[in-house]
């Protein structure tokens, strides 16, 4: 999997992350969320516990669809942003398709509007970290656990109590402890298999022609819905989608 580096927002969210982190380091929440930081199964609190219980779920990252080998993962990063994401969302709705929305931290905090709407519309949550940095495996393990266990707060106060069911790392830069943490809170470790290099804004010609070739690799696709103009990608999935539904494909969710 690709590094996705020099995301347009984040010198927008440096601040908001700066303070959650400092929260966290004076209150002891990595600690006391995380547990052990060296175990591979940190243990659950109550503050951490929204809507139903915690059921740990397997930590290698997940790649393939719960429809099959014809079956398609719609995955959205980055956001919510209060311009991108509406537009997607009406893409995904006009075509009658479920996605992914991996979510930074931050983002969510700042606009839970959108994502009680994701919700709402049948959509799953996913975490991807407070500030979506993407050197996150060459830091502590105390810093990757306020990175993932507040972004799985922030998401699941903003959705109104629904907890992301996964945990993709920014850039993929997972290491086994934050598989385990993640995994340990319900969160399976997420991956891609077609990068459809949206955040590059190629063109909607080349991203689709990208997802078109690369599709045969495995069914989890990677879009965007912030970090910059992304109407190439708003473009790019009102063509694909019914595209791919005409070669028999269908769309489901990354298993669990």
Not at 70 to 93: C, E, H, M
Not at 204 to 224: D, M, N, R
Request: hydrophobic letters at 40%.
């Amino acid at each position: 999997m690709a590094r996705h580096g020099g995301r347009g927002w984040n010198s927008k969210v440096l601040g908001a992350a700066l303070g959650v982190t400092l929260l966290a380091a004076g209150a002891s929440v990595w600690t006391a969320q995380a547990g052990a930081l060296g175990s591979a199964s940190p243990r659950e609190t109550t503050s951490a516990r929204q809507g139903s219980a915690v059921k740990p779920v397997a930590v290698d990252i997940a790649h393939a669809s719960d429809r099959g080998a014809r079956g398609v993962n719609i995955t959205i990063d980055d956001g919510p942003d209060p311009v991108w994401t509406p537009q997607v969302l009406d893409v995904l709705r006009q075509y009658g398709v479920k996605a992914t929305f991996c979510m930074v931290g931050t983002q969510a905090q700042a606009h839970p509007d959108l994502v009680k709407q994701v919700v709402a519309a049948g959509h799953r949550l996913c975490d991807h970290s407070v500030s979506h940095d993407t050197t996150m495996d060459k830091k502590p393990q105390a810093y990757q656990a306020q990175q993932i266990l507040d972004a799985e707060r922030m998401i699941t106060q903003a959705s109104g109590g629904v907890r992301p069911m996964y945990y993709r790392a920014p850039g993929g830069a997972f290491t086994p402890y934050s598989r385990h943490l993640a995994a340990s809170r319900g969160m399976r470790p997420l991956g891609w298999n077609v990068d459809s290099k949206d955040f590059e804004r190629p063109g909607t010609a080349a991203i689709v022609a990208t997802v078109e070739q690369e599709l045969p690799g495995g069914p989890t696709i990677l879009f965007h819905d912030a970090g910059g103009d992304r109407s190439q990608t708003v473009e790019a999935l009102r063509q694909i989608l019914p595209r791919l539904k005409e070669q028999g494909y269908s769309y489901g969710f990354p298993v669990r």
